[in-house]
């Protein structure tokens, strides 16, 4: 069974953004089967759906390149910190508390703002990953999930690290399910966090199993000049002496990578994931998004957790990333809305590893979402992506597929029970929190 969207204007691209109007395209089970601009030459199942797409633009649903999406549940918890402080006297205090079942729920309600605002796929970073991945399984959506790894002491044999065998179990037991809808990658949380023979041990277990690499890199100031006096490199020279870009790596941050450190990101195929929302709120600087740009690095973006952007929306991402370096260099070329549109997508997609992911395509998976564009705010049509890029909310988003499966239709989750998310996230808050 398949779904037939007609009369659809799809944005497309192969070298080039192609907006294709009145467009056919069809899905056959988790794929597209079908893009094109006839609807006569194509072979229509007895048993397809059609959906009409008057008034409606096709895009690939968002990847989400770096969050921590239980992070949900420190929502507005401690805001308007730097990071050290946000993250060692108040999140980690409070992450000791959280168990399995916060976890789950915390996961849900990302699933119920993620899902609602366009995005199919998300790379995660956290613990307790079984239950995430078993959330992420039943929601239907795609992810790279990872157990976030952090040991500082140095010692030659980690053998014994609790947090290696369940990232090894983890992956034993969801790599490539559900269609290969759910990989598991290995995530060494930082150099602040890691100490480097135990990257160096997170970095040999990965290559065994062939994973890849989810690290945050070069996030503040403090972070880069501790790496110089400590190591006398900064935090991407540091890992690349360890080897760990030797296995693909997503690197999330990078607000204070040099031009050198660009060059070895590069020749190491590392992709650069900006997090604009949560890097301006925490006060950590502006990543140098342009020159990794014009390197020709693959820039994807993500949310960050919802404690320090606090939204999961990747809408509100792509606006950042489409604005704030035309203020930062007064270039309004620095970062153009077409450049955006294909971090928040396809180059997201790149990243993860999800190579038929990220494009409206025939072959590719059909991770799709449809846009209202019968709104004010769309009106007249001079751009369509510049439209998305500056204008869109994610309150447009109408039909949400993964895999050729409807996720969300007109404001109904047909995965999630939302009642059910809520009433659970009451009764967590109140246990973290209130008692
Ligand atoms: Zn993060």
């Not at 006569?40 to 895009?59: A, C, F, H, M, P």
């Not at 649903?61 to 946000?86: C, E, K």
């Not at 995660?124 to 079984?130: L, N, S």
């Not at 001079?382 to 994610?394: E, G, I, K, P, T």
Request: aromatic residues 8%; charged residues 25%.
């Amino acid at each position: 069974m398949g779904y037939t969207i007609e009369n659809v204007t799809v944005i497309t691209w192969d070298d080039e953004l192609k907006i294709t109007k009145n467009a056919t395209v069809k899905t056959d089970g988790s794929k597209i089967s079908y893009v094109g601009s006839k609807a006569d030459d194509i072979n229509e199942s007895i048993t397809d759906i059609r959906i009409d797409g008057t008034g409606k633009v096709l895009i690939p649903g968002f990847v989400n390149a770096h969050t921590h999406i239980p992070m949900t549940l420190l929502r507005s918890y401690a805001d308007d910190l730097n990071l050290q402080t946000w993250l060692f006297d108040h999140i980690f205090k409070i992450e000791d508390k959280l168990n399995d079942d916060d976890v789950y729920w915390g996961t849900q309600l990302g699933m119920l703002e993620m899902i609602a605002g366009g995005t199919t796929c998300f790379c995660d970073m956290y613990y307790f990953v079984d239950k995430i991945a078993n959330a992420t399984s039943e929601s239907g959506m795609r992810a790279l999930l990872s157990r976030g790894l952090t040991n500082d002491s140095d010692i030659d044999d980690y053998s014994d690290d609790y947090r290696i065998k369940e990232a090894i179990d983890t992956f034993t037991q969801w790599n490539g399910a559900d269609n290969n809808r759910i990989r598991v990658s290995f995530a060494p949380h930082a150099i602040y966090t890691c100490a480097p023979n135990y990257i160096r041990a997170i970095r040999d277990t990965a290559q065994k199993l062939g994973a890849y690499i989810h690290v945050h890199i070069d996030e503040t100031m403090k972070e880069h000049n501790d790496s110089l006096s400590q190591y006398g490199m900064t935090p991407v020279q540091h890992l690349n002496s360890i080897g760990l870009f030797d296995l693909p790596t997503i690197a999330a941050h990078c607000v204070h990578v040099t031009d050198e450190d660009m060059d070895i990101m590069k020749e190491k195929n590392v992709s650069f994931v900006h997090n604009p929302g949560s890097n301006l709120k925490l006060g950590s600087g502006i990543a140098p998004v342009p020159k990794a740009l014009q390197k020709g690095l693959n820039v994807a973006l993500g949310t960050d957790g919802a404690s320090s952007n606090n939204n999961l929306n990747m809408w509100e991402e792509m606006n950042l990333a489409a604005l704030i370096h035309k203020g930062v260099t007064m270039d309004p070329l620095a970062v153009k809305a077409e450049e955006a549109f294909k971090m928040a997508t396809v180059n997201g997609a790149r990243a993860l590893g999800f190579n038929t992911v990220g494009q409206i395509k025939q072959g590719f998976n059909a991770d799709m979402v449809l846009i209202d564009i019968s709104k004010p705010h769309y009106f007249p049509e001079h751009n369509l992506v510049s439209n998305l890029s500056y204008s869109a909310q994610a309150s447009d988003v109408e039909t949400v597929f993964v895999d050729g499966k409807i996720l969300y239709d007109k404001g109904e989750y047909k995965t999630l029970d939302k009642e059910k998310i809520y009433y659970n996230i009451k009764r967590v808050y109140k246990r973290l929190f209130l008692t």
